[in-house]
């Protein structure tokens, strides 16, 4: 194992989310085995969702385009989450060894601690202050290199969280609550002094304190365009963000304690010719092996749960298979 003895931040003034999550991914294939980035970026008017979400169920599509919104697919699972320029987001970039969601969580605390507000951690992964979320955060792997990103509300316009996030009741019911926009809170409502740039400068601090070292700046100018530029394309491309929306014969969706799933199936002559599964679980393998499971399967639930039982997935995802198996048990 080798420890984390740089501490680099970089702080962008780009406000487009396809070329904010192109960076991001670069920063993920880059970061080394000796460091910890913490990058810090903003969206302007934009509905993020997870890696596995359906974005027709997840978005108000047609009215975030009516004002020039943008939709955009992340790499990481979760849940959908709106941005706007009263949003910051931060990423921590390390390899799996320095990976430590609690340490990274702790800067998080820290920054908004020295502000005058208190944050504490709840659940897996929000931060929340008086029992209200004001920051989400979801996770992600690529072979040796993690991130962990998330948002913290500072000032955001809840009318358009509101106005153009689409959460299910049934996801609204398990938090007990009867909007989203009763869930969540703005920093500003707890200080009103609280801004954007304060915010950064706090988090740059609280990165060195946490870590025991000096965070240092990184170098823009050195980035590669053309590679960034390629990143972008693939994250603002109609394939990554809505892929095949498929006319389906059969559907099949509940709500567990790590999240929601829907399974569509196109289902001709008893066989499964195409399907799809969304979720907002924070893991995303499992859901992107399910069709490659199901498709050209009888459509009986014998042959889909003999197929799904021999799938290998990590520990913490048995559970999750479990769940699935015994809904399309219940359900086919």
Known sequence: MIAIKKLLYYITEETNPYKNLALEEYLLHNVRED?????LWQNEKTV????NQNPWKECRINQLNEVGGKLVRRLSGGGAVYHDLGNLNFTFLVTKDNYNVDRQLEVIIKAVNNLGILAVKSGRNDITVEGKKFSGN???TMGNKCYHHGTILVNVDMADLSKYLNVS???LQSKGVASVKSRVTNLKDYNRDITIDKLKKELINAFGDVYGLKPVEMDGANLPQEDLNSRAEKFSSWQWNYGRKIEFSDSIERRFS???IEIQFVVLGGIIKDCRVFSDALDTELFEELPKQLMGLKFTSKSINKALSNIRTSDNNNEILKD???LIGEEV
């Open 138 to 140: 979801a996770f992600y």
């Open 48 to 51: 993020v969702i997870g890696r």
């Open 258 to 260: 790590w999240g929601e």
């Open 324 to 326: 699935i198996i015994e």
């Open 35 to 39: 460091e910890c980035i913490l990058y």
């Open 169 to 171: 009741k049934t996801k």
